[in-house]
């Protein structure tokens, strides 16, 4: 299990330092369309490398909600140096979500039908433009992400 989330860790880290946490600006909407075409790719290939990229999606959601809104200005320079002053806030974001995610994640069984219906219910919110997406649904899809991934 702990090779799962050291794994997932790194590989968002490795993006966060390359990419300067670029993915900041995205509206949350945007995040659940790449979120969704991850799934569809998974189901696609059955690849766990779309479960891991899956599982970092959500918990940048998860961090974007804790954060708040990044307010994009027309100064490039100074919009990257407050992305690159972010990472560390980001990392930390990321370890504090996951703690209590790894106790729940060892009793938790799942089958492939619970993520399929947790897709579902985030394309249906973001299609109708709600934005109103409910925290558990993206807790209950890391735990069924991180089952997928461990079976």
């Known amino acids: ?88 806030k980001i990392l930390n974001a990321y370890d504090d979500q996951i703690l209590p995610f790894k106790e729940k994640a060892l009793s938790y069984i799942v089958d492939e039908r619970t993520l399929l219906q947790e897709m579902n219910y985030l394309k249906v919110v973001c299609d109708l433009g709600l934005d109103a997406y409910q925290d558990d649904i993206f807790d209950a899809s890391l735990l069924s992400i991180f089952s997928l991934i461990e079976g």
Do not use: H
């Open 1 to 88: 299990m702990e090779k799962v989330f050291k794994g997932a860790r790194k590989e968002f880290k490795d993006e966060l330092e390359a990419t300067n946490g670029s993915w900041r600006i995205l509206r949350i909407t945007s995040l659940v369309d790449l979120l969704l075409f991850n799934y569809y790719c998974y189901e696609t290939d059955r690849k766990s490398s779309y479960l891991i990229r899956m599982f970092n999606i959500i918990l940048k959601i998860k961090i974007s909600y804790l954060l708040g809104e990044l307010k994009i200005s027309n100064d490039l320079p100074s919009q990257i140096e407050i992305l690159k002053n972010e990472q560390d």
